[in-house]
C-alpha cells in the first residue's frame, strides 16, 4: 500500500497487548508510522499532534473510550483532519450508528479483517491526500491575493490594511507607527537601458534589501510600480530616520552594469509617522510619506525627507 510519498503516522489505541502488537505488525508491513497507546488518555494525547492524520480506536478501553474520543476530535478545533476507524466487538446496528454519529468515520468488528482493514484505511488515505492537496491550493490562492508575484513584497492592499491594524493598536497603547515610502531613483532609464528583465531584476533586489535592513515585524509591500510602502510598528520619526537612512545608504552600495556602462542603484525616500499627527489615519501617513518622498526626488535623489527634514549621509537639512 503507498501512504503518500511520505510515510503517513496512524494511531492505534487498543488496550489489548496481543492485538494492539499484531495491528502494529500488519501497520509497519504496508507503510505506515505506527504509534501505539493502551489507553484513551494516551490517545487523546496522541490525537493532538498534527501528523497524526489516521487513527485505529478501541471503543472499550481504559481512561477514555473511542466513542468520547471521537466526539472531543470533532469538537476541537484543529488545522488537519484526522480520519478515525472504530474498532469493536459490537455488532448492533445501534452500535454503528452511535460511532457515526460520534464522529467516527468508519466502523470495524473485531476479529479485525486485516485484508478488508487496509482497503478502508486506503479510503483513509484518499481523503487525507485530497485534504492535503487542497490546502495547498488554498495557500496558492491565498498567496497571490496577498503577495506581489514578482517581488514577494505583500500588495498594496494587504499593507494598507497592516497600517490601519498598526494604528489602531497603537492608539489602545500610547505608542507610534511609522511609515517609509521608498522608490527607485531614475528606474525609467534602468529598463530603457537593460530591458525589462533588468527593471525586475532591480525590484527584486530591492524586495531583497529590504528583507534584510528593516525589522522581523515590520511589513513591506509593493505600492505600485517602483514605490515600496513599509509599515514600522512602535516606531517614532526619529525612528523612522535611522531605518529609512539604513536602507538607503544599503541599497546604493552595489551599481548595475550594462554592456559597460555603470548605472547608479539609489532610493529616494519619504518618511512620517503617526505621533506627528493629532488624530493619525493611513491617507494621512500615506501622503505625508508621499509628500516627503517627493521633496526627496525634488532635493537631488538618494536621500531620505522626513517632514521638514532632509537627511543625506548622516547630515539633516533643514528646508
Given at each position: 500500500m503507498k501512504t503518500s510519498k511520505s510515510?503517513?503516522?496512524i494511531l492505534v489505541a487498543d488496550d489489548d497487548a496481543v492485538s494492539g502488537r499484531i495491528?502494529?505488525?500488519?501497520?509497519?508491513?504496508w507503510g505506515f508510522r505506527v504509534l501505539l497507546v493502551r489507553n484513551g488518555n494516551d490517545a487523546w494525547k496522541a490525537l493532538q499532534k498534527p501528523d497524526v492524520r489516521l487513527a485505529l480506536l478501541d471503543w472499550v478501553m481504559p481512561g477514555v473510550d473511542g466513542i468520547k474520543l471521537c466526539r472531543r476530535t470533532?469538537?476541537?478545533s484543529k488545522s488537519h483532519y484526522t480520519y478515525i476507524i472504530l474498532l469493536t466487538a459490537r455488532d448492533d446496528p445501534r452500535d454503528v450508528v452511535d460511532g457515526l454519529e460520534a464522529g467516527a468515520d468508519d466502523y470495524m468488528t473485531k476479529p479485525v479483517n486485516y485484508l478488508e482493514l487496509r482497503a478502508r484505511l486506503q479510503a483513509g488515505l484518499r481523503i487525507t491526500n485530497l485534504e492535503d492537496k487542497l490546502l495547498r491550493i488554498q495557500r496558492?490562492?491565498?498567496h497571490l491575493a496577498t503577495k506581489d508575484s514578482l517581488t514577494g513584497l505583500w500588495n498594496r492592499r494587504v499593507t494598507i490594511k497592516f497600517l490601519e491594524d498598526e494604528l489602531a493598536?497603537?492608539?489602545?497603547?500610547?505608542s507610534s507607527v511609522g511609515?517609509?515610502?521608498?522608490d527607485l531613483d531614475h528606474f525609467k532609464r534602468i529598463n530603457d537601458t537593460g530591458g525589462h528583465q533588468l527593471g525586475d531584476r532591480t525590484l527584486k533586489s530591492l524586495a531583497q534589501c529590504i528583507d534584510r535592513h528593516v525589522r522581523p515585524y515590520d511589513k513591506a509591500g509593493r505600492y505600485g510600480g517602483d514605490e515600496v510602502l513599509i509599515v514600522l510598528p512602535d516606531c517614532g520619526l526619529h525612528r523612522v530616520a535611522r531605518i529609512a537612512e539604513r536602507l538607503r545608504s544599503?541599497?546604493?552600495?552595489?551599481?548595475?552594469?550594462?554592456?559597460?556602462?555603470v548605472l547608479p542603484r539609489t532610493l529616494s525616500i519619504g518618511g512620517s509617522a503617526s505621533d506627528c499627527f493629532v488624530n493619525p489615519t493611513a491617507d494621512k501617513l500615506i501622503r505625508a510619506s508621499d509628500r516627503a518622498l517627493y521633496q526627496a526626488k525634488d532635493a537631488g535623489r538618494n536621500l531620505v525627507a522626513l517632514s521638514h527634514a532632509l537627511k543625506k549621509t548622516g547630515k539633516v537639512k533643514k528646508r
Open positions: 510515510r503517513r503516522t495491528l502494529e505488525k500488519s501497520l509497519t508491513d470533532r469538537e476541537k496558492r490562492l491565498s493598536h497603537a492608539a489602545r497603547e500610547g511609515v517609509i515610502m521608498a544599503r541599497f546604493a552600495r552595489r551599481k548595475i552594469k550594462v554592456n559597460g556602462t
